[in-house]
């Protein structure tokens, strides 16, 4: 399948991006107070949001918006970067990068299940709110 231009330069930036991700949440399970790695994961996630968005990939951007979420709670120090948070961004970044690879593949998101990692993501942040 031929993606359109916009698709083609958003899997460039997006796969550098989790790339990123990826490599500074290693350094975060060995230095998990690093706030500028932190800050570096977040927007990187965040600009694979807000094109995610753009482009009118609503799973993804659904997906960004939750790992941003435990991300920012982090950022603000609410809940620390332990292996349970840790793990659950490591999940999303699979699935994410799942769905960069239906789009490769359809030109849309296909149909990825994005639940499991949503639903990891979600149980952090209300921990984080202390509602669990």
């Known amino acids: 399948m031929e993606l359109s231009e916009e698709l083609q330069i958003f899997l460039v930036e997006a796969y550098e991006n989790i790339d990123k991700v990826e490599g500074l949440l290693v350094e975060l399970e060995k230095a998990p107070n690093n706030q500028p790695a932190i800050h570096d994961v977040f927007r990187s996630i965040h600009t694979i949001k807000g094109n995610s968005g753009f482009l009118g990939l609503k799973q993804l951007e659904i997906l960004c918006h939750r790992a941003e979420a435990v ?18 961004l490591l999940t999303a970044i ?29 149980t952090i942040i209300n921990r984080a709110k202390g509602t669990v």
Not at 76 to 83: A, E, F, T
Not at 105 to 112: F, I, R, S
């Open 94 to 122: 699979d699935t994410i990068r799942t769905i960069f690879g239906e789009i490769e593949q359809l030109g849309n998101e296909g149909n990825v299940n994005t639940e499991t990692s949503i639903t990891e993501l979600n």
């Open 71 to 88: 991300l920012d709670c982090a950022r603000n120090r609410v809940i620390p970067i332990d292996g349970k948070v840790i793990s659950a």
